[in-house]
């Protein structure tokens, strides 16, 4: 009887506090989840878009596509050289002079007088050292901006893939802490019965109201997160809409290439490599140029020069119907030749050699970066396969875990802190899932990143026992 009377009296705050609790936590969640589900249009992303969508829509691209664009035309302007220029002057076009010319010993002359005097010249340069040199620079810049293009394009669609399997991320999470949430909820219910039975303690309601409330508070943050990764993934692919993807993970594929074959496979086709290579080629041309400048320059040209004219001119009376003409034409092959210039070609020749010299250096480095990073990559996505497999195992026994502590509970020979141990259990195995087939898929495009090879459909099986091929990442 003492008892009922002590609990009526402990239950009193409770039941006054968990109504004004519930309901303020309502509200709260409501105002909460309003600002993060302003609608908007929305439109569906596929995967297998995102490449379409960067190359379309991202600003960055546009503007590296306008550099190619420019390293184009500066190319056919350096080999417009090889051809002919055709020049045309005329000075004073027409020009009138007029004037008197007064004489003491003799008669006064005037003069009155329009006059043209076009030149058309043709020059075609037969030997030009520096000619070649910079065509071969154009050509290089040329390759460099193209290559530059796809460097970007590729890592821009890797960030947006990057930034798709995060949001997917996100709604495994927010799945995950509602499911926590969800697991929190019983347990309060489970503890208030129990409590208003009289077999159980005012400890263990409050312990899974502190869990519940830090449960929603988990969700909450979750939420907050993937509306941010949304924003990531809109700003990257430029698009002003809602984000409807597939929420559900999955692998997105599998690697049956060994670590020789990737790092082969890398070395060969990586762009910021060969743009090393090009980036050589165009120090060598730029050194090579500093010396013919010093060498002879030989063309031919074509000068024809003609004047025309009407009046007089020097003429004691003007005759105004007097008219003149006359051309010349010549043709002349030319050499010039710039014998010294205080040996400042020579210096900066020298100075491009050192930078060439350089470029040697650094192809090294980022060859030993390559390799670092695909290995790097390599082996991440092994860890990953196993980590999948690991939390996989893990989420099974952890909910039988759970399932056997609720009946232990159920019965009185367990306490809830038992329960709430498991059930926090089963959410951490949760995420390490949810973060290991995250990274395995990052894992998988960084590698067709950086070796060029294709992600595979089909999961090529490495294992003779069966038992093995069921426990192994083709299995899932």
């Given at each position: 009887?003492?008892?009922?009377?002590?609990?009526?009296?402990?239950?009193?705050?409770?039941?006054?506090?968990?109504?004004?609790?519930?309901?303020?936590?309502?509200?709260?969640?409501?105002?909460?989840?309003?600002?993060?589900?302003?609608?908007?249009?929305?439109?569906?992303?596929?995967?297998?878009?995102?490449?379409?969508?960067?190359?379309?829509?991202?600003?960055?691209?546009?503007?590296?596509?306008?550099?190619?664009?420019?390293?184009?035309?500066?190319?056919?302007?350096?080999?417009?050289?090889?051809?002919?220029?055709?020049?045309?002057?005329?000075?004073?076009?027409?020009?009138?002079?007029?004037?008197?010319?007064?004489?003491?010993?003799?008669?006064?002359?005037?003069?009155?007088?329009?006059?043209?005097?076009?030149?058309?010249?043709?020059?075609?340069?037969?030997?030009?050292?520096?000619?070649?040199?910079?065509?071969?620079?154009?050509?290089?810049?040329?390759?460099?901006?193209?290559?530059?293009?796809?460097?970007?394009?590729?890592?821009?669609?890797?960030?947006?893939?990057?930034?798709?399997?995060?949001?997917?991320?996100?709604?495994?999470?927010?799945?995950?802490?509602?499911?926590?949430?969800?697991?929190?909820?019983?347990?309060?219910?489970?503890?208030?019965?129990?409590?208003?039975?009289?077999?159980?303690?005012?400890?263990?309601?409050?312990?899974?109201?502190?869990?519940?409330?830090?449960?929603?508070?988990?969700?909450?943050?979750?939420?907050?997160?993937?509306?941010?990764?949304?924003?990531?993934?809109?700003?990257?692919?430029?698009?002003?809409?809602?984000?409807?993807?597939?929420?559900?993970?999955?692998?997105?594929?599998?690697?049956?290439?060994?670590?020789?074959?990737?790092?082969?496979?890398?070395?060969?086709?990586?762009?910021s490599l060969k743009n090393i290579k090009l980036q050589q080629s165009i120090k060598h041309n730029?050194?090579?140029?500093?010396?013919?400048?010093?060498?002879?320059?030989?063309?031919?040209?074509?000068?024809?020069?003609?004047?025309?004219?009407?009046?007089?001119?020097?003429?004691?009376?003007?005759?105004?119907?007097?008219?003149?003409?006359?051309?010349?034409?010549?043709?002349?092959?030319?050499?010039?030749?710039?014998?010294?210039?205080?040996?400042?070609?020579?210096?900066?020749?020298?100075?491009?050699?050192?930078?060439?010299?350089?470029?040697?250096?650094?192809?090294?480095?980022?060859?030993?970066?390559?390799?670092?990073?695909?290995?790097?990559?390599?082996?991440?996505?092994?860890?990953?396969?196993?980590?999948?497999?690991?939390?996989l195992k893990e989420i099974s026994s952890t909910e039988e875990s759970l399932r056997l502590s609720?009946?232990?509970?159920?019965?009185?020979?367990?306490?809830?802190?038992?329960?709430?141990?498991?059930?926090?259990?089963?959410?951490?195995?949760?995420?390490?899932?949810?973060?290991?087939?995250?990274?395995?898929?990052?894992?998988?495009?960084?590698?067709?990143?950086?070796?060029?090879?294709?992600?595979?459909?089909?999961?090529?099986?490495?294992?003779?026992?069966?038992?093995?091929?069921?426990?192994?990442?083709?299995?899932?």
């Amino acid at each position: 009887m003492l008892r009922k009377i002590i609990n009526t009296f402990l239950v009193l705050p409770v039941c006054l506090y968990l109504p004004s609790y519930q309901a303020f936590s309502k509200e709260n969640k409501d105002n909460f989840d309003k600002v993060l589900e302003e609608k908007e249009d929305e439109i569906v992303i596929k995967y297998s878009e995102i490449n379409d969508i960067v190359l379309e829509n991202n600003q960055e691209l546009k503007y590296l596509r306008n550099l190619v664009e420019a390293s184009t035309y500066s190319l056919k302007s350096k080999i417009s050289k090889r051809y002919p220029s055709i020049d045309l002057q005329a000075t004073g076009f027409p020009n009138y002079v007029s004037g008197k010319n007064y004489s003491s010993n003799g008669a006064t002359t005037k003069t009155s007088k329009f006059s043209a005097n076009p030149t058309l010249t043709i020059r075609w340069d037969l030997i030009d050292h520096l000619r070649d040199s910079e065509i071969k620079i154009g050509k290089d810049n040329y390759k460099v901006a193209v290559n530059n293009f796809e460097i970007t394009r590729k890592d821009l669609i890797q960030e947006a893939k990057s930034r798709y399997h995060k949001l997917q991320k996100s709604f495994q999470e927010v799945r995950n802490k509602k499911f926590a949430v969800d697991l929190s909820s019983t347990s309060l219910k489970d503890a208030m019965s129990k409590f208003d039975a009289g077999i159980g303690t005012k400890f263990e309601v409050l312990e899974a109201e502190a869990q519940l409330a830090r449960d929603k508070q988990s969700l909450n943050e979750k939420k907050v997160e993937l509306k941010i990764n949304e924003l990531n993934l809109k700003e990257i692919l430029n698009i002003n809409k809602n984000l409807k993807i597939k929420k559900r993970q999955k692998l997105i594929g599998y690697w049956n290439y060994n670590l020789n074959k990737n790092i082969k496979n890398g070395l060969d086709k990586n762009l910021s490599l060969k743009n090393i290579k090009l980036q050589q080629s165009i120090k060598h041309n730029q050194a090579n140029n500093y010396l013919n400048a010093n060498r002879p320059k030989i063309y031919i040209s074509n000068t024809l020069s003609s004047s025309f004219s009407k009046g007089d001119s020097l003429s004691v009376a003007i005759d105004p119907s007097k008219s003149n003409s006359n051309y010349t034409n010549t043709l002349s092959l030319n050499f010039s030749w710039n014998l010294f210039d205080g040996g400042q070609n020579k210096n900066s020749y020298k100075s491009k050699k050192s930078e060439l010299k350089a470029e040697e250096f650094s192809y090294e480095n980022r060859q030993n970066i390559l390799k670092t990073n695909i290995s790097r990559a390599y082996f991440n996505l092994k860890l990953n396969e196993e980590k999948i497999l690991s939390s996989l195992k893990e989420i099974s026994s952890t909910e039988e875990s759970l399932r056997l502590s609720r009946l232990r509970y159920d019965i009185g020979i367990s306490t809830l802190k038992d329960v709430l141990v498991r059930q926090k259990e089963l959410s951490i195995a949760r995420s390490k899932n949810i973060d290991a087939i995250y990274n395995y898929n990052l894992n998988l495009d960084q590698l067709e990143r950086l070796t060029f090879l294709k992600i595979n459909n089909n999961c090529i099986e490495k294992y003779g026992d069966s038992n093995q091929k069921t426990n192994s990442i083709c299995s899932i």
